[in-house]
């Protein structure tokens, strides 16, 4: 326990570590300020609102219709608020909507609104028995839960960052497990000490996985306070393809599932996806001379599955989903929903490999 400690404290407390995890908060918050909140607007009664007004206003009037939707509160909805109308050139939305009557025009409408110079404005709402929403309820064997889910979509946006960035930190906060003994030419040293090899390789594989849990458990706590002030988490049982930036199909099974179920599955999967960036680093720390060689070999195995998408065109796009650098986007989880196992497996697969020839490589020196 001891040396655990002592090796968890040489990782967590290094001074350009410490400034990395302070400089990529920074980053998020302001991704989250700027790129989300400072996104949103909502036009009530002529007045428009922006940024935290508008996510507020939003949510205020989404409070009374929240529940089951039905065609009567459409009817509301559109009799209190109007179909939206205004368009502005280069922008392909309708500028005088708030959540409410966009959400009852984009799905409701007998309009469209596919860019700004291709575009009809709703004039009536159709049952929601014949549309989408209504084969979906359908299906589903459910009512159509309605609610601002706004909040839902800041969170798996900014998650997605988060985890990339975290993906960084532990690249940073790892390397240095095995490879920096050798660069200090301590590692014989400790090999000689009262603990012996065998428990300094144990104290130094707990310590890097402790850490990957510390950086995704304050990633995950930032973003959760993050959205909580701003948005909320209302709508957790309302459909993924009805979430903001998302659409429902009926023929997509995943897209009727529950926000708030994807989103626990989505934490889940960042969870095995920074573990096994960690078991990579580690493993390359074992086989490398000095710290700098780790974090540039760990960077490029992290990065490789993207360059190999790219060169490839799309090919092995089920295998490369399992890696670390996917696993941790929604819209991939989204595009392999139904056949998790597949990436779950590779990525279980790489973090037993490298597990199995980092550990042992070390133990050979």
């Known amino acids: 326990m001891r040396l655990y400690g002592a090796e968890l404290y040489k990782l967590f407390c290094r001074k350009f570590f410490l400034i990395s995890c302070a400089l990529i908060l920074g980053i998020l918050f302001v991704y989250f300020y700027f790129v989300n909140v400072g996104d949103e607007r909502s036009v009530v009664d002529g007045r428009v609102y922006t940024g935290i007004q508008a996510v507020r206003m939003d949510r205020e ?21 109007g179909f939206p ?14 959540y409410l009557n966009g959400f009852v025009t984009e799905y409701l409408g007998n309009g469209y ?32 839960a309605f609610d601002y889910t706004g909040g839902w979509y800041a969170f798996l946006d900014t998650l997605q960052l988060g985890m990339i960035l975290g993906s960084i930190l532990i690249v940073i906060g790892v390397s240095p497990v095995f490879a920096e003994e050798r660069q200090n030419k301590t590692a014989a040293l400790l090999f000689t000490s009262a603990e012996g090899k065998d428990t300094d390789v144990r104290a130094k594989t707990a310590a890097a996985f402790t850490l990957t849990v510390l950086i995704y458990a304050g990633i995950v706590l930032a973003v959760f306070l993050m959205v909580r002030a701003v948005y909320g988490f209302s709508g957790a049982d309302c459909m993924l393809g009805l979430v903001k930036g998302n659409q429902l199909n009926v023929n997509y099974a995943v897209t009727m599932t529950a926000v708030g179920h994807f989103a626990g599955v989505e934490l889940i999967l960042d969870f095995l996806a920074l573990n096994t960036l960690c078991a990579v680093a580690v493993c390359v720390s074992a086989y490398f001379e000095t710290t700098f060689h780790t974090v540039v070999v760990s960077c490029a195995v992290w990065i490789a599955p993207l360059l190999f998408r790219i060169i490839c065109r799309g090919g092995g796009y089920l295998l490369m989903a399992g890696t670390p650098l996917f696993l941790v986007m929604p819209g991939v989880v ?32």
């Open 85 to 98: 109308s205004k368009v502005e050139e280069y922008y392909g939305g309708f500028r005088d909507e708030n």
């Open 113 to 144: 609104m596919r860019s700004w110079d291709d575009y009809r404005i709703s004039t009536a709402l159709s049952p929601i028995g014949q549309t989408e929403l209504g084969r979906a309820a359908k299906i589903t064997g459910t009512d159509i």
């Open 334 to 365: 989204l595009d392999i929903y139904q056949i998790l196992i597949i990436p779950v497996s590779v990525a279980v697969g790489i973090w037993g490999f490298c597990m199995y020839f980092g550990v042992n490589r070390y133990f050979v020196d």
């Open 61 to 81: 009037i989404t409070e009374q219709y929240a529940g089951k939707l039905t065609d009567e509160k459409a009817e509301q909805i559109i009799a209190a608020y």
